[in-house]
């Protein structure tokens, strides 16, 4: 069970890295996802009400802040907030996020419709190599 939970956190992170290098152009390459989310919290307004809300374990309602400010403004900063949302969200231990009513699936899941959003559509043929089954919305 621990294997495969750390495989699915990893490859989360990974995914994460890669969505992030994808919409950069590869430029920011030297710049850790850590860097990333320091900056994005000084400058970014909605990371840091996401960022809030994930300290007050209010996990579904920060995505749903994400989702409203990406249906409304699909840009880089909103794109970068949502890929450091998942990416905050990933570190916390599977009882924290078992607290606040979420899963490692749902944060891939997340990911993933991200991607879709952006057209990001060469990141599936990663995502098939993963196990996941777009019909459950899970991976196997």
Do not use: H, P
């Not at 294997?3 to 890669?18: K, M, N, S, T």
């Not at 990406?70 to 880089?76: C, E, I, V, Y």
């Not at 078992?98 to 060469?122: A, H, Q, T, V, Y």
């Amino acid at each position: 069970m621990y294997y495969q939970d750390d495989w699915l956190l990893r490859q989360i992170e990974v995914f994460g890295l890669f969505l992030r290098r994808l919409l950069n152009g590869y430029k920011d390459e030297k710049m850790s996802m850590y860097e990333l989310e320091q900056m994005s919290l000084t400058q970014n307004t909605v990371y840091k009400k996401v960022c809030k809300l994930i300290e007050q374990n209010k996990i579904c309602e920060a995505e749903n802040v994400i989702y409203e400010m990406l249906d409304n403004k699909n840009d880089r900063d909103s794109i970068e907030a949502a890929i450091l949302f998942y990416y905050k969200i990933n570190k916390m231990t599977e009882l924290e996020l078992r607290e606040c009513n979420f899963s490692r699936n749902e944060i891939l899941s997340g990911l993933i419709k991200i991607s879709k959003m952006c057209n990001l559509d060469d990141v599936f043929t990663y995502i098939d190599n993963l196990g996941y089954d777009s019909e459950t919305d899970m991976f196997q």
